[in-house]
């Protein structure tokens, strides 16, 4: 008995295994459990496209913004800047800034820098370029990721597909109300600009063209709520949203639901400035290519914060507000397929996945029952306990059970019987050399160990590597076999070694290995 810590450590982890996997079994509405799989529980699987080269357009017309600000603030003539899809033309007026211009571009990494008279050229590097549309991938997937945690949907799986697709799984979505709402969220850009409205021009706004607009340097976006009223802007922002810092849903004077956003430190101070120079000319808020308001500036507008109206509902308000927070998409996302899982298809995997389980766990135990008559008993215990805390070590870290997961709870039920098959054919054979009970049990254990830990160790090197480089069912079929692998060590080894230790006076004084292991020794009485 002097062993004996290990079956108290057996029944311990055990008991405390099976309060924490009693939510996931009963599938009750507090505790920690296991979230059910789309392909358990139903909802929505999505499949975006990223166009990536937007991403590209839009950092030429941010440095395009900085770089008038730039100029603006230190009074360099400019007469004009032309962005272009990969590049950026400056023609100055005055060539003593030419070198200043230069030196101010050369700090940005990227650019190959030209010079040609009052003509500056800076192009995005091939290599730039390439960088730029991998970020806005990983960028889409991280943000979406954000918005649909921020949304409060339970385990979202967002991950990229290939090279410029990325698949989402959203469990528990039922109505169609809520499946469009999700999908705009996903879909909505959320790039925020400030953009000066063209005075100039603007009585020609009826009957102007996008080309006439292009010419004049403008941009022509349309309103939020109503299409037919057209907005003339200058094409190069005064700033964009990469400088916000956080968007709330707020209230107006008539508590008609706003957001309330605030800019970073040099967004603040180029908002604070264009204002100061424009009082009494309109600024456009324009969001995703919609102009949501163009008020007139009655004053300077200081402490880098502004707000955003446009007849929303709370929902559609609050929406917004995450969209923003979570920041904007530096491409937009197209959705490529769409498919609907219905609840009652996960019930039926749900079920049949239960028949297959249970059905292999009744032969498995029967067979471990009759063939190592008292000590298959001592296995099925490890087994039952192995389920139990593999159930409680994923919902303690909320894993998320598919139906791949499930596959892989009854390979683990089949991988736990195995390590008990070797642990009890090295005792029998011990026991058919003549090796005293005591002495063989321990020495079954030792010479087991080798093997188990290299199997288990190889088989857990192949989930982590399934983990690492594989998606969406791969990934819960990982979980679950890394998972299963570490408590079926611990069952198998330490579990049944406990209870071998605690029942070992009975096992010496019946001696009557025919019903503790199934076997008949020479010379013995069965």
């Not at 349309?222 to 707020?250: F, H, T």
């Not at 919609?290 to 004053?299: F, H, L, M, Q």
Request: overall charge negative; hydrophobic content about 45%.
């Amino acid at each position: 008995m002097k062993r004996s810590w290990r079956f108290s450590l057996f029944v311990i982890v055990t008991l405390i295994g099976f309060f924490l996997s009693l939510p996931s079994f009963l599938q009750t509405k507090e505790g920690v459990k296991i979230t059910l799989g789309l392909d358990l529980q139903g909802g929505l699987y999505l499949l975006l496209g990223v166009k990536s080269d937007e991403a590209v357009v839009s950092k030429i017309k941010t440095l395009a913004s900085e770089l008038s600000y730039y100029c603006e603030k230190e009074e360099v003539l400019v007469e004009k800047i032309l962005p272009s899809a990969t590049s950026l033309q400056i023609h100055l007026i005055d060539g003593d800034d030419v070198a200043k211009v230069k030196e101010h571009l050369a700090k940005t990494e990227g650019l190959d820098i030209r010079v040609n008279g009052l003509v500056i050229e800076a192009a995005l590097t091939p290599a730039e370029i390439a960088k730029i549309k991998e970020q806005a991938v990983n960028q889409a997937v991280e943000t979406i990721r954000n918005r649909l945690d921020q949304f409060g949907l339970a385990e979202p799986m967002v991950a990229r597909a290939g090279d410029e697709k990325i698949h989402i799984e959203l469990p528990g979505i039922k109505t169609q109300a809520d499946e469009q709402r999700i999908r705009d969220l996903i879909a909505r850009t959320a790039h925020l600009q400030m953009m000066a409205v063209d005075e100039e021009h603007i009585d020609r706004l009826p009957v102007m063209t996008p080309e006439e607009a292009a010419s004049y340097h403008d941009v022509i976006y349309p309103d939020y709520k109503n299409p037919q009223i057209r907005y003339l802007l200058k094409e190069i922002p005064i700033l964009d949203g990469s400088k916000l810092i956080d968007a709330r849903v707020g209230y107006d004077q008539n508590n008609q639901p706003v957001i309330n956003f605030t800019l970073n430190t040099i967004g603040g101070e180029i908002f604070g400035d264009f204002s100061g120079k424009n009082v009494g000319k309109r600024l456009a808020i324009v969001l995703d290519g919609k102009v949501y308001s163009a008020p007139v500036i009655r004053e300077r507008i200081g402490g880098g914060s502004g707000q955003i109206s446009g007849s929303y509902t709370v929902e559609e308000a609050s929406d917004l507000a995450i969209a923003l927070r979570s920041g904007a998409l530096l491409a937009p996302v197209e959705v490529l397929e769409k498919r609907s899982v219905g609840p009652s298809l996960g019930a039926d995997s749900i079920m049949n996945g239960l028949i297959a389980f249970i059905s292999g766990l009744v032969l498995v135990v029967a067979f471990m029952a009759l063939y190592y008559r008292l000590a298959g008993v001592v296995a099925n215990v490890a087994v039952l306990a192995n389920i139990v805390l593999l159930v409680a070590v994923m919902a303690l870290f909320g894993a998320t059970l598919t139906l791949p997961g499930m596959a892989g709870i009854v390979l683990i039920v089949g991988m736990a019987v195995d390590a008990n098959v070797i642990i009890n054919e090295r005792i029998r054979e011990l026991l058919r050399e003549g090796v005293a009970v005591r002495k063989a049990i321990e020495g079954g254990y030792e010479n087991a160990m080798s093997a188990l830990v290299d199997a288990n160790l190889t088989t857990l090197i192949a989930a982590i590597a399934l983990y690492t480089y594989g998606t969406g069912p791969i990934k819960g079929f990982a979980i679950t076999l890394g998972i299963g692998i570490l408590v079926s060590m611990f069952t198998a080894i330490l579990g049944t070694r406990g209870i071998f230790e605690v029942l070992m006076p009975k096992i010496e004084k019946s001696r009557n290995m025919q019903a503790w292991f199934g076997i008949t020794l020479p010379g013995k009485r069965a």
